[in-house]
């Protein structure tokens, strides 16, 4: 509307000039008070005829596995069973110099110097703790399957409680090792790791299945 008429005063003033009855020039006179009436009328004209954008954002997932592999990979942490890094991480810290073995489960339950007996309960107690734990998360991600198709962070926690548990397994190695180191009669490492072996092995299959099966990640479009 308000170019409409601007461009009727301009023919008005031109034809006039062309007359000889009034001049272009004049026009300033009488836009500038025009001009300034409109602004806000023009601007809110605007407003109404601007384009909606889309957004498109990936869905916040919510694994039901994500509490329960918190509390698994917590518990192994916390008894320096588990580190949850990647083994090149070990490696760099060697050729770094640094001693690995400086927070190792063995060195923290005193496997190197405690009585045999009472370590070996305590790496016995451990080893059902993180059997239990990782048995506990296959049982879960196996029911989830049947209910629904699982997402890439359902594989993703799984995967890291895997990890958890594969190093929580060479800790008690580890452990039993440096007990047979002192103890007069050997302990069989495969023997006592054997409910743990067996659970990894069910939680390696169950990983692949999560994966195997693996839905495409959900997307939302807001406007």
């Known amino acids: ?33 025009f001009a300034m009436a409109v602004p806000a009328t023009a601007c809110t ?7 909606v954008s889309a957004d498109i954002s990936l869905i916040a997932d919510v694994s039901p596995l994500q509490g329960p592999s918190e509390e ?3 518990q192994t942490r916390d008894k320096s069973l588990a580190t949850g890094e990647a083994s090149l991480a070990s490696i760099a810290d060697m050729l770094a110099g640094k001693d690995a073995t400086l927070g190792a489960y ?56 895997l990890i958890h548990a594969r190093q929580a397994r060479d800790s008690l190695s ?26 990894l092995g069910r939680a390696r299959r169950v990983a692949d299945q999560l994966a195997a099966t693996k839905a495409a990640d959900p997307v939302s479009i807001s406007r």
Not at 3 to 24: K, P
Not at 45 to 51: I, W
Not at 124 to 150: F, H, Q, Y
């Open 106 to 161: 063995w060195r923290v339950i005193g496997a190197d110097k405690g009585a045999p007996a009472a370590v070996v309960t305590r790496i016995r107690n451990d080893m059902k703790a993180s059997a239990t734990g990782i048995d506990g998360l296959s049982r879960l991600a196996e029911n989830l399957m049947k209910d629904a198709e699982p997402t890439s962070t359902d594989v993703t926690e799984f995967e890291r409680a």
């Open 72 to 74: 698994f990979c917590r």
């Open 45 to 51: 004209t605007v407003a109404l005829y601007e384009p």
């Open 1 to 33: 509307m308000f170019v409409f008429w601007v461009r009727r005063i301009y023919t008005h003033f031109r034809s006039n000039e062309l007359s000889g009855l009034g001049s272009v020039s004049r026009l300033r006179f009488l836009l500038v008070p």
């Open 174 to 199: 580890d452990a039993f090792v440096q007990v047979n180191k002192r103890s007069t009669s050997e302990y069989q490492i495969a023997l006592e790791l054997a409910p743990l072996d067996e659970a």
